[in-house]
């Protein structure tokens, strides 16, 4: 040991020599240089040179004290770690086993995870399915030192898993399961599939329209100047109905792409509302629909993005008066709420159409989602006017309550939290 030490000892020595050399060498020559010029012997220079080279050995204190402190608070920070304390700092269920694999610990998330586990217990009757058994088959068997499967477990709720087995250091004969739950991110995967999906098959629908007349265009009516004006005018509406939804589909991925609003800036709501009303007055004449005010008194400020919440607005007045028309007037107020403790501003749009059966309420903000498919169709919607409402109210932390009584009409009423 003492001999192994002496030989480490020199070997450093001769580094840190190796690393000075060129350090060295000037310090020589200056010394030379310096001794000459001062007409000094060789003798004399002899401290000066043996000086030199000890500062060359001296190892650099700062570097190594660091180096020496660092080992040994790991060395001593890791004798205090217990298995137990570092398991229940993992957020995620952990259990470790032997090599019959039988549980020996499991972590807090663990027990909160998969009911009726316990120490002792063997995990090939826990968890019995096969791609499980084939991940505990692998590390125990020394096959592999870690593997990772996807693991599905059904009760009592369904979650999905992505499972990592691993052995823990050398020979402890112990084992670790580490369970990453990958439910949220598959069910991102999946809506944006089926958003993808629905976006594709609503702008082939009308491409497909466009492309049939073109063929018509060309064959059949060729020759018939009133049929090819009809079609023209159709195969035109078709490319608003195609350009409005990609117009709002940017809109909702502007939306996504920027998830935080700029902080500071204050929405005078009884101007944003005028202009709304001022902007939807040809709809509105065109569908024989009246729009009343009835705004409260005094100052009507929320913080927010004035562009954003004329958006919100926009589409909820433009539904009042497309979807409630036959009501033929449309309301829309300014109040002063406070929904709890929550100091705010109310805006509520009124109409008092066919209103809006109780089932599809809590589905109507969701993407593409629409009462009846023919009427939206027919009203030029996309079905993502309400999905984007209620994305920029998640920004502005607003609320957004629908109420409805079917043949009397609906009300779509906006909370704005005042700070
Ligand atoms: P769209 O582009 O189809 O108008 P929205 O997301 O704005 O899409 O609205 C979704 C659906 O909610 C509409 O298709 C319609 O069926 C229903 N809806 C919205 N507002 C009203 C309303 N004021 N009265 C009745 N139905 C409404």
């Known amino acids: 040991m003492a001999d192994l030490e002496q030989k480490g000892m020199a070997q450093t020595l001769a580094i840190r020599l190796w690393n000075s050399r060129w350090l060295l060498a000037a310090g020589v020559v200056a010394v030379l240089i310096a001794f000459a010029f001062a007409g000094i012997s060789a003798y004399a220079l002899l401290p000066a040179l043996l000086l030199l080279l000890a500062a ?16 040994a608070i790991e060395a001593i920070g890791l004798q205090r770690l217990s298995g137990e304390y570092l398991a229940a700092a993992v957020a995620d269920p952990l259990i470790i086993f032997d090599r019959t694999a039988t549980i020996v610990h499991a972590n807090a998330a663990a027990y909160a995870a998969f009911g009726g586990i316990a120490p002792g217990m063997s995990l090939s009757l826990k968890f019995r399915a096969p791609e499980m058994q084939a991940l505990l088959d692998g590390v125990l068997s020394g096959d592999v030192a870690s593997d990772v499967v996807d ?7 369904e979650r999905a898993y992505r499972v990592s087995a691993s052995s823990v250091g050398h020979a402890t004969d112990l084992y670790v399961l580490v369970f990453k739950d990958q439910s949220e991110t598959r069910r991102i ?10 976006a594709s098959h609503e702008l082939r629908t009308p491409l497909a329209s466009i492309a049939g007349f073109i063929e018509t265009l060309r064959g059949p009516a060729r020759n018939d100047p009133a049929a090819r004006d009809r079609f023209l005018q159709i195969m035109e509406s078709q490319t608003s109905r195609m350009a409005r939804l990609i117009d709002d589909l940017l809109s909702l991925s502007r939306l996504e792409m920027k998830p935080y609003l700029k902080p500071g800036t204050e929405v005078d709501l009884r101007e944003t509302l005028d202009s709304v009303i001022d902007s939807l007055g040809p709809l509105a004449r065109e569908n024989s629909v009246a729009i009343e005010r009835d705004y409260a008194d005094g100052p009507l400020d929320v913080p927010g993005d004035r562009d954003e919440l004329f958006q919100v607005f926009e589409n909820l007045l433009e539904n009042a008066c497309k979807y409630g028309q036959s009501g033929g007037r449309v309301v829309v107020s300014i109040a002063h709420g406070d929904a709890g ?3 705010g501003i109310d805006v509520t749009i009124t109409d008092f159409g066919p209103g809006i059966p109780e089932e599809h309420i809590p589905r ?4 593409f989602y629409r009462v009846d498919v023919e009427t939206s169709r027919t009203q030029k919607g ?3 006017g309400l999905s984007i409402v209620k994305h920029i109210l998640t920004r502005h932390n607003a609320r957004l309550s629908i109420k409805s009584e079917v043949g009397k009409g609906a009300a779509f009423s906006v909370h704005l939290p005042t700070h």
Not at 151 to 157: D, I, N
């Open 382 to 384: 996309t079905g993502l």
């Open 189 to 198: 995967d999946r809506m944006r599939a089926d958003f993808i999906a629905n």
């Open 151 to 157: 693991y599905t477990e059904k009760l009592p709720v």
């Open 341 to 343: 403790s929550e100091p």
């Open 56 to 71: 060359a050995m001296l190892p650099a204190a700062g570097a190594r004290q660091s180096t020496d402190s660092g080992a």
């Open 364 to 367: 109507i903000t969701e993407r």
